[in-house]
């Protein structure tokens, strides 16, 4: 069995939480993580929603080619609802792990959120003539840790 760590040393008292393998974009992941990074609970929490919710988008600064503009961005931006509403639950759980550690919630920031690229499911599409072409699905590790500011 692999050993999972996190990619980022915070002393303690933090509370951290880690979804693994999740069948989401990596580079929207990568994307919402570079956005959330800094700010207060809250306002990540919320910010998150509204991506889910189609009100806000995510500007795309890596993986911007042939992404169109939206409103809020002043770029190239879109809406990642899937892999948001993934990196919501994450954010939840790391909130619960900090309810439970006795932190404040009012106080805590997103010190770290990091995606990175997880294993490939190998899978084959069927085509013309008994030929095949790879149809694989990129899974994805995302990582927040919240501290008190």
Do not use: W
């Not at 580079?27 to 889910?52: F, N, P, T, W």
């Not at 919501?88 to 920031?109: H, M, P, R, S």
């Amino acid at each position: 069995m692999p050993k999972f760590g996190y990619s980022c040393k915070v002393e303690e008292p933090c509370a951290k939480a880690m979804g693994r393998e999740l069948r989401i974009s990596p580079k929207d992941a990568v994307e919402i993580c570079r956005e959330i990074r800094g700010m207060g609970l809250r306002e990540a929490r919320s910010y998150l929603e509204e991506v889910v919710k189609g009100k806000r988008a995510v500007p795309f600064r890596r993986h911007a080619k042939k992404v169109a503009h939206h409103r809020g961005t002043k770029g190239a931006g879109a809406y990642p609802t899937k892999a948001a509403r993934a990196i919501l639950q994450v954010l939840k759980n790391a909130e619960a792990n900090a309810a439970y550690k006795g932190l404040d919630a009012e106080k805590l920031k997103v010190v770290h959120a990091s995606a990175s690229r997880g294993i490939i499911l190998p899978g084959i599409l069927p085509r013309a003539f008994g030929r095949a072409t790879p149809y694989n699905k990129p899974l994805t590790n995302v990582q927040i840790v919240l501290k008190e500011a």
